[in-house]
Protein backbone atom coordinates (compact mmCIF):
# COMPACT_ATOMS: atom_id res chain seq x y z
CA UNK A 1 0.00 0.00 0.00
CA UNK A 2 1.69 3.34 -0.65
CA UNK A 3 -0.53 4.63 1.93
CA UNK A 4 -1.45 3.79 5.45
CA UNK A 5 -1.65 5.08 9.06
CA UNK A 6 -0.51 3.82 12.34
CA UNK A 7 -2.41 5.11 15.63
CA UNK A 8 -0.46 4.39 18.94
CA UNK A 9 -0.28 1.37 20.75
CA UNK A 10 2.00 -1.24 21.71
CA UNK A 11 4.73 -1.81 19.07
CA UNK A 12 5.65 -5.66 20.21
CA UNK A 13 2.09 -6.67 18.80
CA UNK A 14 1.11 -5.28 15.64
CA UNK A 15 -2.26 -5.50 13.86
CA UNK A 16 -3.30 -4.53 10.41
CA UNK A 17 -6.72 -3.52 9.89
CA UNK A 18 -8.76 -3.21 6.28
CA UNK A 19 -11.46 -0.68 5.37
CA UNK A 20 -14.34 -1.67 3.27
CA UNK A 21 -15.08 -0.66 -0.25
CA UNK A 22 -16.14 3.14 -0.39
CA UNK A 23 -14.61 3.50 3.21
CA UNK A 24 -11.16 4.75 3.87
CA UNK A 25 -8.36 3.96 7.09
CA UNK A 26 -9.20 7.21 9.21
CA UNK A 27 -12.52 5.01 10.32
CA UNK A 28 -10.34 2.62 12.41
CA UNK A 29 -8.90 5.34 14.62
CA UNK A 30 -11.55 5.35 17.54
CA UNK A 31 -11.66 1.57 17.78
CA UNK A 32 -7.10 1.97 17.66
CA UNK A 33 -7.68 4.13 20.64
CA UNK A 34 -9.75 1.97 22.70
CA UNK A 35 -7.41 -1.04 21.85
CA UNK A 36 -3.71 0.88 22.35
CA UNK A 37 -3.32 -0.61 25.52
CA UNK A 38 -3.25 -4.37 23.67
CA UNK A 39 -1.94 -3.81 19.87
CA UNK A 40 -0.94 -1.07 17.44
CA UNK A 41 -3.09 -1.16 14.88
CA UNK A 42 -2.08 0.38 10.88
CA UNK A 43 -4.39 0.55 8.59
CA UNK A 44 -3.37 0.92 4.90
CA UNK A 45 -6.04 2.75 2.50
CA UNK A 46 -6.73 0.67 -0.71
CA UNK A 47 -5.97 2.06 -3.85
CA UNK A 48 -8.85 4.49 -4.97
CA UNK A 49 -9.87 5.27 -1.55
CA UNK A 50 -9.31 8.34 0.86
CA UNK A 51 -5.37 9.75 -0.28
CA UNK A 52 -4.10 6.84 -2.07
CA UNK A 53 -3.40 6.90 -5.40
CA UNK A 54 -6.54 6.19 -8.19
CA UNK A 55 -7.31 2.84 -9.08
CA UNK A 56 -5.96 1.71 -12.54
CA UNK A 57 -6.74 -1.55 -13.96
CA UNK A 58 -4.19 -3.64 -15.53
CA UNK A 59 -3.22 -7.54 -15.58
CA UNK A 60 -4.43 -7.99 -12.41
CA UNK A 61 -7.87 -7.32 -10.28
CA UNK A 62 -8.56 -5.64 -7.88
CA UNK A 63 -9.07 -8.05 -5.36
CA UNK A 64 -5.77 -9.95 -5.96
CA UNK A 65 -3.89 -6.12 -6.11
CA UNK A 66 -5.16 -5.22 -2.66
CA UNK A 67 -3.80 -9.25 -1.15
CA UNK A 68 -0.61 -8.69 -2.60
CA UNK A 69 0.35 -4.92 -1.13
CA UNK A 70 -1.41 -5.93 2.08
CA UNK A 71 0.66 -9.26 2.31
CA UNK A 72 3.78 -6.94 1.86
CA UNK A 73 3.03 -5.04 5.06
CA UNK A 74 3.41 -8.13 7.00
CA UNK A 75 6.91 -9.60 8.31
CA UNK A 76 5.56 -10.84 11.39
CA UNK A 77 2.65 -12.76 13.19
CA UNK A 78 0.16 -10.03 13.75
CA UNK A 79 -3.46 -9.71 14.45
CA UNK A 80 -5.84 -9.17 11.09
CA UNK A 81 -8.87 -7.20 11.38
CA UNK A 82 -11.04 -6.45 8.28
CA UNK A 83 -14.37 -5.36 7.18
CA UNK A 84 -16.58 -5.89 4.42
CA UNK A 85 -14.19 -6.41 1.24
CA UNK A 86 -11.44 -5.63 3.76
CA UNK A 87 -12.60 -8.88 5.67
CA UNK A 88 -12.09 -11.28 2.49
CA UNK A 89 -8.64 -9.97 2.04
CA UNK A 90 -7.65 -10.90 5.33
CA UNK A 91 -9.46 -13.64 5.21
CA UNK A 92 -7.56 -14.73 1.60
CA UNK A 93 -4.58 -13.74 3.45
CA UNK A 94 -5.41 -16.19 6.48
CA UNK A 95 -5.87 -19.08 3.80
CA UNK A 96 -2.92 -18.23 2.09
CA UNK A 97 -0.32 -18.03 4.89
CA UNK A 98 -1.93 -19.34 8.13
CA UNK A 99 1.23 -18.64 9.48
CA UNK A 100 1.18 -14.98 9.39
CA UNK A 101 -1.88 -14.60 11.50
CA UNK A 102 -1.54 -14.58 15.04
CA UNK A 103 -5.72 -13.85 15.25
CA UNK A 104 -8.52 -13.18 12.56
CA UNK A 105 -11.48 -10.91 13.08
CA UNK A 106 -13.88 -10.84 10.23
CA UNK A 107 -16.37 -7.94 10.62
CA UNK A 108 -19.42 -8.58 7.90
CA UNK A 109 -17.29 -10.33 5.35
CA UNK A 110 -18.76 -9.79 2.35
CA UNK A 111 -17.57 -13.52 0.54
CA UNK A 112 -20.48 -13.72 -1.13
CA UNK A 113 -19.39 -17.33 -2.95
CA UNK A 114 -19.83 -19.15 0.70
CA UNK A 115 -23.30 -19.13 0.13
CA UNK A 116 -26.65 -19.49 -2.24
CA UNK A 117 -28.22 -16.19 -2.16
CA UNK A 118 -30.05 -15.37 -5.49
CA UNK A 119 -31.52 -11.65 -4.10
CA UNK A 120 -28.33 -10.40 -3.13
CA UNK A 121 -26.59 -11.63 -6.71
CA UNK A 122 -29.86 -10.34 -8.46
CA UNK A 123 -29.14 -6.81 -6.88
CA UNK A 124 -25.22 -6.92 -7.42
CA UNK A 125 -26.21 -8.03 -11.45
CA UNK A 126 -28.91 -4.89 -11.57
CA UNK A 127 -25.93 -2.72 -10.21
CA UNK A 128 -23.13 -3.87 -12.78
CA UNK A 129 -25.85 -3.35 -15.50
CA UNK A 130 -26.49 0.18 -14.37
CA UNK A 131 -22.94 0.83 -14.44
CA UNK A 132 -22.60 -0.41 -17.55
CA UNK A 133 -25.54 2.11 -19.00
CA UNK A 134 -23.51 5.00 -17.78
CA UNK A 135 -25.79 5.16 -14.89
CA UNK A 136 -23.53 5.07 -12.30
CA UNK A 137 -25.32 7.61 -10.16
CA UNK A 138 -27.89 5.22 -9.68
CA UNK A 139 -25.93 2.51 -9.25
CA UNK A 140 -24.29 3.77 -6.48
CA UNK A 141 -27.19 5.23 -4.69
CA UNK A 142 -28.75 1.22 -4.82
CA UNK A 143 -26.02 0.30 -3.25
CA UNK A 144 -25.55 2.63 -0.35
CA UNK A 145 -29.10 2.04 -0.15
CA UNK A 146 -28.54 -1.26 0.85
CA UNK A 147 -24.43 -1.41 2.08
CA UNK A 148 -24.25 2.30 3.00
CA UNK A 149 -26.61 3.06 5.59
CA UNK A 150 -25.92 6.90 4.82
CA UNK A 151 -28.98 9.21 3.25
CA UNK A 152 -27.16 10.13 0.03
CA UNK A 153 -29.28 13.66 -0.33
CA UNK A 154 -27.46 14.81 2.66
CA UNK A 155 -23.72 14.01 0.94
CA UNK A 156 -21.92 16.60 -0.31
CA UNK A 157 -21.45 17.03 -3.90
CA UNK A 158 -17.65 16.14 -3.48
CA UNK A 159 -19.05 12.77 -1.34
CA UNK A 160 -21.53 11.74 -4.09
CA UNK A 161 -18.67 12.36 -6.58
CA UNK A 162 -16.30 10.29 -5.01
CA UNK A 163 -18.87 7.75 -4.25
CA UNK A 164 -20.01 7.61 -7.95
CA UNK A 165 -16.62 7.17 -8.81
CA UNK A 166 -15.78 4.70 -6.47
CA UNK A 167 -18.43 2.52 -7.60
CA UNK A 168 -16.45 0.83 -10.64
CA UNK A 169 -14.37 -0.62 -7.94
CA UNK A 170 -17.22 -2.36 -6.44
CA UNK A 171 -18.18 -3.87 -9.59
CA UNK A 172 -14.90 -4.90 -10.18
CA UNK A 173 -14.36 -6.12 -6.84
CA UNK A 174 -18.01 -8.04 -6.81
CA UNK A 175 -16.36 -10.76 -9.50
CA UNK A 176 -13.40 -12.13 -6.57
CA UNK A 177 -16.78 -12.06 -4.00
CA UNK A 178 -19.55 -13.81 -6.39
CA UNK A 179 -17.51 -16.55 -8.03
CA UNK A 180 -14.61 -16.91 -5.65
CA UNK A 181 -11.82 -17.03 -8.43
CA UNK A 182 -9.30 -16.65 -5.82
CA UNK A 183 -9.77 -20.09 -4.23
CA UNK A 184 -10.52 -18.95 -1.01
CA UNK A 185 -13.27 -21.27 0.05
CA UNK A 186 -10.95 -24.26 -1.69
CA UNK A 187 -10.99 -27.82 -0.41
CA UNK A 188 -8.88 -27.16 3.28
CA UNK A 189 -7.98 -23.34 3.29
CA UNK A 190 -10.24 -22.49 5.91
CA UNK A 191 -9.18 -25.32 7.84
CA UNK A 192 -5.72 -24.59 8.02
CA UNK A 193 -6.52 -21.36 9.53
CA UNK A 194 -5.40 -22.24 13.56
CA UNK A 195 -5.68 -18.91 14.76
CA UNK A 196 -8.95 -17.55 16.61
CA UNK A 197 -11.55 -16.31 14.50
CA UNK A 198 -14.65 -13.91 15.31
CA UNK A 199 -17.17 -13.23 12.77
CA UNK A 200 -18.70 -9.95 13.80
CA UNK A 201 -22.28 -9.47 12.22
CA UNK A 202 -24.64 -6.49 12.96
CA UNK A 203 -28.69 -6.93 13.73
CA UNK A 204 -29.64 -4.95 10.83
CA UNK A 205 -27.23 -5.86 7.96
CA UNK A 206 -28.66 -7.73 5.18
CA UNK A 207 -29.58 -11.18 5.35
CA UNK A 208 -26.74 -12.48 3.16
CA UNK A 209 -24.60 -11.71 6.14
CA UNK A 210 -25.48 -14.34 8.35
CA UNK A 211 -25.48 -16.91 5.98
CA UNK A 212 -21.91 -15.83 4.53
CA UNK A 213 -20.78 -16.35 8.59
CA UNK A 214 -22.58 -19.46 9.04
CA UNK A 215 -21.09 -20.97 5.89
CA UNK A 216 -17.59 -19.69 7.03
CA UNK A 217 -18.29 -20.73 10.51
CA UNK A 218 -18.86 -24.59 10.06
CA UNK A 219 -15.24 -24.79 8.52
CA UNK A 220 -13.34 -22.70 10.67
CA UNK A 221 -11.20 -24.74 13.59
CA UNK A 222 -11.63 -22.28 16.42
CA UNK A 223 -14.42 -19.49 15.82
CA UNK A 224 -16.73 -17.55 17.52
CA UNK A 225 -19.10 -15.37 16.22
CA UNK A 226 -21.23 -12.31 17.64
CA UNK A 227 -23.76 -10.02 16.41
CA UNK A 228 -23.98 -6.25 17.78
CA UNK A 229 -27.47 -4.87 18.62
CA UNK A 230 -28.83 -1.95 16.63
CA UNK A 231 -26.33 -2.23 13.91
CA UNK A 232 -26.18 -2.71 10.27
CA UNK A 233 -23.31 -2.98 8.15
CA UNK A 234 -21.45 0.03 8.72
CA UNK A 235 -20.60 -0.88 12.58
CA UNK A 236 -16.89 -0.30 12.73
CA UNK A 237 -18.31 3.57 11.88
CA UNK A 238 -21.44 3.36 13.98
CA UNK A 239 -20.98 1.25 16.75
CA UNK A 240 -16.66 1.16 17.67
CA UNK A 241 -16.79 1.12 21.52
CA UNK A 242 -18.76 -1.64 20.72
CA UNK A 243 -16.75 -3.08 17.94
CA UNK A 244 -13.43 -2.91 19.68
CA UNK A 245 -14.68 -4.67 22.74
CA UNK A 246 -15.51 -7.65 20.50
CA UNK A 247 -12.24 -7.51 18.57
CA UNK A 248 -10.44 -7.50 22.54
CA UNK A 249 -12.16 -10.66 23.48
CA UNK A 250 -10.36 -12.39 19.90
CA UNK A 251 -7.42 -10.43 20.58
CA UNK A 252 -7.02 -11.87 24.16
CA UNK A 253 -7.55 -15.63 22.81
CA UNK A 254 -4.76 -15.49 20.42
Not at 60 to 83: E, F, K, S, W
Not at 116 to 135: C, F, K, M, S, W
Given at each position: ????????????????????????????????????????????????????????A???????????????????????????????????????????????????????????????????????????????????????????????????????????R??????????????D????????????I???????????S?????????????????????????????????????????????????
Amino acid sequence: MTHSRTWRGREDRPALALHCMMGNASYWRPIAAELEDLVQITAPDMPGHGPAPAWHAGDLDYHTVVTRQTAALINRPLDLIGHSFGATVALRIAVGAPEAVRSLTLIEPVLFAATDAPENAAQLAEIRGLVAAGQATEATRQFLDIWGGLDWASQTPASQERLTRQIALVVEGNDTLLHDSARILREGGLESIDAPVLLVMGEHSPPVIPAIAEALAERLADVGRATIEGAGHMLPITHPAQLAGLIRLNLERA
